[in-house]
């Protein structure tokens, strides 16, 4: 598995969250993406954990020329930065 974590500036979340579930959902589920996972910073900032198969896949999402217009319709205000991240642990409650 490949984890990457996006940080997103949004202009209005409910706009950002009903495109990131449908169309955007759409666009990860094209290139393999297993989940997602959304969590709102301060006003107008997003961090996104989302799941692929592999790097490639997550290349390909990245390279997919349709995936900025569809970001762009969910109120991304720039292109999100993306950093790769390993789940190293997880512990119950």
Known sequence: MFTTLAEVRIGELARFLS??????????RKHGS??????AADEGRVFVL???PSEEA????RSDPEVPATM?????LAPPSFTAVER???FPA
């Open 72 to 76: 762009a319709s969910g109120g991304a």
């Open 50 to 52: 989302i799941d692929w």
């Open 19 to 28: 495109v990131f579930a449908t169309a955007g959902a759409a666009m990860r």
């Open 34 to 39: 297993t989940g997602a996972s959304v969590f």
């Open 58 to 61: 997550f290349l390909a999402f």
């Open 88 to 90: 190293v642990a997880s």
